[in-house]
């Protein structure tokens, strides 16, 4: 199930966020009902390890859905920040630019603004939830063998929209009274990613200190 809405910033850019995803077959209903549970507890350590007897997959998929509804969220706060004139590279500070390829409609890195690359990414997500193929809806239906090397994607580019706010529009958070939802979304995908291996250390680098302040390690030794 989803739900969409379209708005229209002060800049007069049109754009789409899918602002709500939920998995509808029962296992993947029972695994969302724990993680709510679990995150109910305030601990996030123990919520995002595997439950015992359950499938990996299921759990990287049913937390999946969570991560890009809830990064879906936090960035639609900041639409009629983010714009083109303000954001017009996707970037993490002076020194981590990224640019968009999807492999398939564009095939070459483009430089885009920051709500272009954020819009892209969310239609390509959207796109990977509704391949069947990919995030199965029938009950014992097979996952892919590639299907943690798409949850790495997945979990590589989310991370790169967390970095954008907290480098470029994480005054306006303050201002908005929702750093602390940010840091709490930001500490519970972390601890997963790191969990189940889903995002190469080097990504991390444009927030290693923040990282390792949730990891309670240092990232470099």
Known sequence: MKLNFVERNFEGETRRHFVLRRVLHPVGLQLQKHI???LGSGNLREAVRLPPGED???WLAVNTVDFFNQGNLLYGTLTEF???STCPTMSAGSKYEYRWADGITIKKP???SAPKYVEYLMDWIEAQLDDESIFPQKLDAPFPPNFQDVMKTI???LFRVYAHIYHSHFQKIVSLKEEAHLNTCFKHFVLFMWEFSLIDKGELAPLYELVE???QFPLIS
Do not use: F, P, Q, Y
């Open 110 to 112: 483009i430089e885009v």
């Open 213 to 215: 302040s949730i990891l």
């Open 155 to 157: 979990s590589k580019r």
């Open 56 to 58: 990996l997959n299921e």
């Open 36 to 38: 709510d549970a679990t």
């Open 82 to 84: 983010c714009t083109v």
